[in-house]
């Protein structure tokens, strides 16, 4: 697992600083659900390729529009789990997609995260 810190604008800490966020570079298993960009409802596996506080990333097929409501269901691995099988459910807004260069049919997808969020043996 990777660590990056990068600065986030519009965080400003007391004394002026913008605020330092701690993204982790993690290829875990999930599926990605919500409207896609013709309203219609979809249901699609991925891979999370980082996430941090304030959102998450990873690549598509499926197009969806900006502002979007995304739910991720997360596999936790084994370890984390203590063994058993748990997930990370949470949900989110589109912010932003583009198109991963020589692959045409994805597109990585970066969620704004929503600040709840469950952790179960199921989907909440």
Known sequence: MNVRHHRVQGL???GGDQATVREFSL??????????????EFQENSVLSTISSEQASFLLKTRVERKTVLKLVISLPPKLADGQPLVLVIKGR?????????QPELRRVI??????????????
Not at 27 to 40: E, F, I, K, W
């Open 27 to 40: 290829t875990l298993p999930m599926t990605v659900s919500g409207l896609d960009a013709r309203g219609q």
């Open 12 to 14: 400003e800490q007391p």
């Open 94 to 102: 589109v912010k932003g997609s583009e198109q991963v260069p020589g």
């Open 111 to 124: 969620l704004e995260l929503d600040s709840r969020y469950f952790i179960g043996a199921g989907e909440d």
